[in-house]
């Protein structure tokens, strides 16, 4: 399984109502930083499908949603569970890193 695109219309129920934690891309098609952890974000959603749902948000298509989180740094990454925000990071950084630092 890939990660799924996020959108304004699919936030509520493919992240915010999932029953599975979810891990958050925030990123946008101008920024560097966020295609360099594209491959990365793609080998997470692989590796642990079934136990986490890996979505990219593209902020300027979402802006409502990047600013009801305070994004102003992306590539930035969230570790939703239950609807809730539990874990945070931004910047380029490897695997183990990011799931480190999300606690994934």
Request: hydrophobic share 45%; charged share 25%; net charge negative.
């Amino acid at each position: 399984m890939s990660e799924i695109t996020l959108t304004a219309e699919n936030f509520e129920e493919k992240v915010l109502k999932s029953d599975k934690p979810v891990l958050v891309d925030f990123w946008a098609v101008w920024c560097g930083p966020c295609k360099m952890m594209a491959p990365i974000v793609s080998e997470i959603a692989d590796e642990k499908a079934g136990q986490l749902v890996v979505g990219k948000l593209n902020v300027d298509d979402a802006e409502d949603i990047a600013a009801e989180y305070g994004i102003t740094s992306i590539p930035c990454f969230i570790l939703f569970e239950g609807g809730k925000e539990k874990a945070r990071t931004i910047g380029v950084q490897d695997k183990a890193r990011l799931l480190a630092a999300l606690g994934a």
